[in-house]
């Protein structure tokens, strides 16, 4: 099993930035490959980022590209999402989620482990 807890979320206004972690507990998650996903009220699951196992390779959807990056640091068992230039329109709780494997990652429905979600509010 992997737990998963994302921390970093808040309130901030447009053009801010806010660095969300997701910290793993139970495993190490260097073996894991991890995706953000975010849920806006009302909305589905909206993939957002994603990194490989290794951390040389990851996507990021058109809505965030140039916007949020996304880094691993297996030592510290974290996948960290550092968001800048926010949105109002990025308001939502954000996820944090494990899979074995780099493939099909911006389904929602691959991913074994899931946080909790932290909520990230941007104001305009």
């Known amino acids: 099993q992997v737990h998963l807890v994302e921390t970093g979320g808040g309130l901030v206004q447009a053009g801010g930035s806010l660095r969300l972690s997701c910290t793993a507990s139970g495993r190490t998650l260097r073996n894991y490959a991890v995706g953000w996903f975010r849920q806006a009220p009302g909305k589905e699951h909206e993939f957002v980022a994603v990194?490989?196992?290794?951390?040389?390779?990851?996507d990021y959807s058109s809505s965030v590209k140039g916007r949020f990056t996304i880094s691993r640091d297996d030592d510290k068992n974290t996948v960290d999402l550092q968001m800048s230039g926010l949105k109002p329109e990025d308001t939502a709780v954000y996820y944090c989620?494990?899979?074995?494997?780099?493939?099909?990652?911006?389904?929602?429905?691959?991913?074994?482990?899931w946080g909790q979600g932290t909520q990230v509010t941007v104001s305009s």
């Open positions: 990194i490989n196992r290794h951390g040389g390779v990851g």
């Open positions: 989620a494990a899979d074995q494997y780099y493939i099909d990652y911006a389904n929602k429905d691959k991913y074994e482990y």
